[in-house]
Structures are given as structure tokens and as C-alpha cells.
């Protein structure tokens, strides 16, 4: 929990320092500029803030998701540096190992990489024919509940003294 608290704050700060030095770079913009977004054949407006918001906010899945495997890894294998190298390996590789994946199956929906990019379903295309934005959020959530689940039990069996 210290550590998505943690991802979460540095989240916020690094949105808050980007407005920021874009203010003091570029200039705050005279007009409000809408952000346009193609969907569907539908051409729709939101307020870029909102915009912003919700893409840092859809963005925040994957590290949550790194980081909560990364604590699973790490309590299991009590290995700290496993669990750190292979949760950077996979944030570099995972989404593009799904994607070759899923190219010839099927079953790569039901990869944690497939479902970790909500914006796939706002701004694009799912990464696999018939995946929704509810089949994502319920193998997110899957995967979270089994990730601690893990990391629990493993850590309950351990001699803490040892």
C-alpha cells in the first residue's frame, strides 16, 4: 500500500510540475484549446485538463500493476533485485511481447499486459478482437486480487526470523 501511496503522490507531482513548467515555457493560452477526439466515426470535445487527468489517471494502471507484481515477486522469491529487474524488463517488453501474441491467439486477452492500457479503448483499437473495457477492468482486478493473494499466503508461511 506505501508503495502505490507512494507511485500515486509522485503521480500527482509529476502532473502538477509538467502544468507547471508548461505554463512557464510556453505561456498559459489565452483560450481554453479543447482536446478532439476521433471514436467510432464521432468526433467528440472534452476540456484538455479533464483530458490530461484521465490519461495520466488510465497511464497510473500499469505502474500500479508493475508495482504490486513487483511486490508479489519479491516476497515470494525474497529476492528484491528479481523483483525489480524483471518488473523493468517487463514494463519495457510486456506490451510488445502481447502484441505479438496476439497477432496469432486469442487467449493474449487474458495477458496482464493486454489489459493494462485503458486508453486502448478510448483512443484506438483493443489490442485483441472482442476484448471490452469491463474485460479489462474485471482481469485487472483478477490479477491485483491474485498478485496479493500470493504475496500473502507466501509471506505467512515464511519464518519471519529467519
Known sequence: MAVILY????????????ALLGIILFGAPENAVPYLNYSDGNVTEQSMVFHLVIFYGMKSIAMIMLSTM????????????????????LMFTGT???????M???????????????????????MVNGMTISFSVIMLTIYFILFQLLAYVVFKKRDVAA
Open 96 to 102: 510488445e511481447l502481447t502484441m505479438l501474441l496476439a
Open 70 to 89: 513487483a511486490f508479489m515477486i519479491s516476497a515470494v522469491f525474497r529476492n528484491s533485485s528479481l523483483a525489480i529487474g524483471l518488473s523493468i524488463f
Open 7 to 18: 507511485a500515486l503522490m509522485m503521480l500527482v507531482i509529476l502532473f502538477s510540475f509538467s
Open 104 to 126: 496469432k491467439f486469442d487467449w493474449a486477452k487474458y495477458i496482464l499486459f493486454a489489459n493494462t492500457d485503458l486508453m486502448q479503448y478510448f483512443e484506438g483499437v483493443p
